[in-house]
């Protein structure tokens, strides 16, 4: 199942329209889901009722209006709504659980996805143990390519996976893109014997070892092996130009990193020119 949520928002509807056409692609039902935080209209001895009442109408509004942008734009997708109370990032925590992937907007109204790297899409990005992706609202033109950051480290495997399948879905090419940084000392010539063509050999060693892991499983999708010696953030934002989806993976180290997102993670959040899909370990 897919979830998206919901607030009424231009970025919320971008969300919606890519959740539905994912949810299209992946045969998967899609979840709608609206939170509201009541708790700060409480804290008065009396509570008006009046506008608690108006909040749950105005949820209850988008919720219809979402369903209907659905399933206008996919109606053999099953679309099912909930409104839910409780702080927006906990409840899509919540709904996590279930989810094949969830989907939130760059920036909201308040419900969901305050800031592209707001509260709401750190706090969902850094403890959901499923796809994350964060829609921006301005229209784009489409691509047909998808882009995949990888590292040396074997946690980035998932998110590969992910980027392969989404390629396949869409009919695109999937660009695998490596960027690699000489340690400082490197810049010394006194202080280091760098050979610079071994060098380059071992990263593109990197990608194809890990591209071969999901080729075979996916014969019809064409690669682009990307490989270049640049910052990871810059080489990923400049490769998002020209993709309709880039792809990073995310893993904390130890009790309290492991619910945080990286700093490559929050680099491409902050300035894709695309919808990020931010994939955990």
Same mark, same amino acid.
């Given at each position: 199942?897919?979830?998206?949520?919901?607030?009424?928002?231009?970025?919320?509807?971008?969300?919606?329209?890519?959740?539905?056409?994912?949810?299209?692609?992946?045969?998967?039902?899609?979840?709608?889901?609206?939170?509201?935080?009541?708790?700060?209209?409480?804290?008065?001895?009396?509570?008006?009722?009046?506008?608690?009442?108006? @909040?749950?109408?105005?949820?209850?509004?988008?919720?219809?209006?979402?369903?209907?942008?659905?399933?206008?734009?996919?109606?053999?997708?099953?679309?099912?709504?909930?409104?839910?109370?409780?702080?927006?990032?906990?409840?899509?925590?919540?709904?996590?659980?279930?989810?094949?992937?969830?989907?939130?907007?760059?920036?909201?109204?308040?419900?969901?996805?305050?800031?592209?790297?707001?509260?709401?899409?750190?706090?969902?990005?850094?403890?959901?143990?499923?796809?994350?992706?964060?829609?921006?609202?301005?229209?784009?033109?489409?691509?047909?390519?998808?882009?995949?950051?990888?590292?040396?480290?074997?946690?980035?495997?998932?998110?590969?996976?992910?980027?392969?399948?989404?390629?396949?879905?869409?009919?695109?090419? @999937?660009?695998?893109?490596?960027?690699?940084?000489?340690?400082?000392?490197?810049?010394?010539?006194?202080?280091?014997?760098?050979?610079?063509?071994?060098?380059?050999?071992?990263?593109?060693?990197?990608?194809?070892?890990?591209?071969? @892991?999901?080729?075979?499983?996916?014969?019809?999708?064409?690669?682009?092996?990307?490989?270049?010696?640049?910052?990871?953030?810059?080489?990923?934002?400049?490769?998002?130009?020209?993709?309709?989806?880039?792809?990073?993976?995310?893993?904390?180290?130890?009790?309290?990193?492991?619910?945080?997102?990286?700093?490559?993670?929050?680099?491409?959040?902050?300035?894709?020119?695309?919808?990020?899909?931010?994939?955990?370990?």
């Amino acid at each position: 199942m897919i979830i998206v949520g919901a607030d009424g928002s231009v970025n919320s509807r971008a969300a919606l329209e890519w959740a539905a056409d994912d949810a299209f692609r992946m045969r998967e039902p899609l979840r709608i889901v609206h939170a509201v935080d009541r708790s700060p209209y409480q804290i008065r001895k009396f509570p008006d009722d009046t506008f608690m009442d108006a @909040l749950q109408r105005m949820g209850q509004r988008i919720l219809r209006e979402a369903e209907e942008l659905v399933r206008e734009r996919q109606p053999t997708v099953e679309v099912t709504t909930e409104d839910i109370e409780g702080a927006p990032g906990g409840v899509l925590r919540e709904q996590a659980k279930d989810a094949t992937e969830i989907v939130v907007g760059s920036q909201g109204l308040g419900g969901f996805a305050r800031a592209l790297l707001g509260s709401i899409s750190m706090h969902v990005a850094g403890h959901a143990h499923c796809p994350v992706v964060v829609v921006r609202g301005e229209q784009r033109t489409v691509h047909q390519e998808v882009v995949a950051g990888v590292d040396d480290s074997p946690q980035c495997e998932p998110a590969l996976a992910y980027a392969f399948q989404q390629a396949k879905l869409r009919g695109s090419t @999937l660009r695998v893109v490596h960027a690699w940084q000489l340690p400082v000392h490197a810049f010394a010539p006194e202080l280091s014997s760098y050979d610079m063509d071994e060098v380059r050999t071992a990263q593109h060693q990197i990608v194809r070892d890990l591209v071969k @892991l999901f080729s075979e499983d996916y014969p019809e999708v064409k690669l682009v092996e990307d490989v270049h010696c640049a910052h990871p953030v810059n080489a990923l934002i400049d490769a998002s130009e020209r993709a309709d989806l880039l792809v990073v993976g995310s893993h904390g180290r130890g009790s309290v990193g492991s619910m945080l997102l990286g700093s490559v993670s929050r680099g491409v959040l902050c300035h894709a020119h695309c919808p990020v899909a931010v994939v955990r370990v």
